[in-house]
């Protein structure tokens, strides 16, 4: 049967059977939400095919790829769970439900809830995969966000940021952590993300070039040394976290180092130690400046 949408990017890499789970389980939830629409106008069904396409992203498995299909099944459609348990067994049901679940936690800004109802989430997912449909599901939420009632947006930009983003931070899911907080940013400071995207554009062309050389010559020089890189890349920092870091400097963008970042990844932590004297020998560190990560580890 042809599909309405692509699925070919969420089968890539997996065995017959998987597929044919994940093929199964787009047919199901496409007929399950028949008629349903979202508040943008489009199908329900956009909204579970994203969040399953966004856990195909992540490299999730092809059951937590089903469990992404069906995560709206059981509280938004009047499928019975007996019948999903027919279908797709109790493993898939127990991972619907448990997103149901966390559905139903609001934070509505009380700030002494905030960290019970991290740890709630953190509990209620004791399989660390319904966590993840669940940021899945809210990050496909957050890009759609426009379509949502105005006085509803910035409760679940809030939710976002001091959840959703947090928990991703902690299960050390970093770059889900940055989109998160960038798509809620907008909703909840406007005024604010303007000033950022504005500070991120006066520094962008210099920034780029910069890092480019930089990380041409950091290249160079470690090949000469003999030493075997994974990957070496660069990155501008995310608007939110630039923000909130420009906020603690009072507002004063140039104490803030880390506007774009370079990164070297090696196979060991000697190699580590040795890539960063070679470049403490190319660029001289700034004093106070240095944290070993490896010797302190960070809670993330
Ligand atoms: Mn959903």
Request: proline content about 3%; glycine content about 4%; hydrophobic content about 40%.
């Amino acid at each position: 049967m042809p599909h309405s949408k692509d699925i070919t990017s969420l089968l890539q890499g997996l065995n017959d059977d998987d597929k044919k789970l994940i093929e199964k389980a787009y047919v199901f939830a496409e007929k399950a939400h028949e008629g349903q629409k979202r508040n943008s106008g489009e199908p329900y069904f956009n909204h579970v095919f994203e969040t399953a396409k966004i856990l195909a992203e992540f490299g999730m498995d092809a059951k937590t790829i089903v469990a992404g299909f069906l995560h709206d099944v059981l509280e938004d459609t009047p499928t019975p769970e007996t019948e999903l348990e027919k279908e797709f067994g109790k493993e898939i049901v127990t991972l619907v439900n448990g997103v149901t679940k966390l559905g139903k936690m609001k934070y509505t800004g009380a700030e002494r809830h905030v960290e019970s109802l991290r740890k709630f989430f953190m509990a209620m997912a004791n399989d660390l995969r319904i966590l993840i449909i669940k940021l899945a599901d809210r990050l496909h939420n957050i890009r759609t966000l426009q379509y949502v009632k105005p006085e509803k947006q910035k409760r679940i930009a809030l939710e976002t940021i001091e959840i959703h983003a947090r928990l991703a931070d902690r299960i050390g899911m970093r770059k889900l952590k940055g989109e998160l907080e960038d798509a809620a940013f907008p909703f909840l400071y406007p005024k604010e993300y303007e000033e950022t995207e504005k500070i991120l554009e006066a520094n962008s062309k210099s920034n780029q070039k910069e890092l480019d050389l930089v990380t041409n010559e950091i290249q160079k020089t470690l090949k000469e040394q003999g030493v075997n890189i994974i990957e070496i890349s660069s990155r501008a920092k995310h608007k939110y976290s630039l923000w909130m870091k420009v906020k603690r400097y009072d507002m004063n963008i140039d104490r803030v180092y880390d506007i774009v970042a370079l990164r070297v990844i090696v196979d060991d932590i000697e190699n580590c130690y040795r890539v960063l004297g070679i470049i403490h020998g190319l660029f001289q560190p700034v004093p106070g400046r240095i944290k070993d990560y490896i010797a302190t580890p960070k809670r993330n």
